[in-house]
């Protein structure tokens, strides 16, 4: 199977799977009673210009397939997360700490949105493609 079809399987399956009672992370991914938050891809390490070319082509055409799914998507800034006064909700306080941005659906019937982005902590560290979804309250 092609990553692109494996990531699509991994975002549906997020949007189905239920909120667990406690947050729980395990590796790069997390989960709350509000959230999940995976990565979908990482490179292996700190990526050249090439490498970020090949994973926003990858993140755009997952972004169409989702497209097709679920209708337009919304560009969401996470900079607001950075200038909150108070404590960030997860998934956007780890969301805002790796990316400016992400694209975000609104499943029909789901309560839920689903994002996307593209995140790297550090200029040594990898880069990510992350999906996250969350209860539609944005």
Known sequence: MS??????AAV????????????????GDSSGPSHHLV?????RDSPQAA??????????????LLTARW?????VSLAPCLEADGPVAEPFETLCNLAGSMHVWRP???????????????????????????VDDL
């Open 12 to 27: 549906e399956a997020l949007v189905a799977r239920p909120f667990p009672a406690a947050p729980r992370v395990v590796g």
């Open 3 to 8: 990553a692109l079809v494996l990531h699509l």
């Open 71 to 75: 209708g337009s998507s919304a560009a």
């Open 51 to 64: 490498a970020r070319r090949a994973f926003q082509a990858e993140l755009d055409s997952l972004a169409t």
């Open 39 to 43: 990565v979908l891809r990482a490179s």
């Open 108 to 134: 029909p019937g789901s309560g839920r949105w689903v994002g996307l982005a593209l995140g790297q902590g550090d200029r040594e560290l990898p880069l990510e493609l992350l999906a996250a979804v969350g």
